[in-house]
């Protein structure tokens, strides 16, 4: 199982990223996706999640209005549009996969089975 996230960078406050997911070796429509963050000296914490087939969606206070999560099952691939960033949004952005099938979905990282490599967004003031 791999799980490729890219379309992280560097955008100065105000602005806007999208990051993408893609999964291989897995049936990705099964899963519940997440997304995570960890800043220097600090914990990872949960972002935004998805159900299998995108019909919930759950975040994190911090993000509300903010940050979006969706998915595209025919291409196995997870997004997480970030719009009106902020410096406090700086860390490495996971994602990650939980299932097949599970019945909940899920906000505590013990919860998810697979882990992307993770891709930097930094967020200039």
């Known amino acids: 199982v791999q799980l490729q996230a890219s379309g992280g960078g560097l955008v100065q406050a105000g602005g806007s990223l999208r990051l993408s997911c893609t999964a291989s070796g897995v049936s990705f429509s099964t899963y519940n996706m997440g997304w995570f963050r960890q800043a220097p000296g600090k914990e990872r914490e949960f972002v935004a999640a998805?159900?299998?087939?995108?019909?919930?969606?759950y975040y994190a206070d911090s993000v509300t209005g903010r940050l979006s999560t969706s998915r595209d099952n025919a291409k196995d691939t997870v997004y997480l549009q970030m719009n009106s960033l902020k410096p406090e949004d700086t860390a490495v952005y996971y994602c990650?996969?939980?299932?097949?099938?599970?019945?909940?979905?899920?906000?505590?990282?013990?919860?998810?089975?697979?882990w992307g490599q993770g891709t930097q967004v930094t967020v200039s003031s």
């Open positions: 990650a996969a939980d299932g097949p099938w599970s019945r909940g979905v899920g906000m505590a990282t013990t919860e998810y089975d697979y």
């Open positions: 998805v159900s299998w087939n995108g019909g919930r969606t």
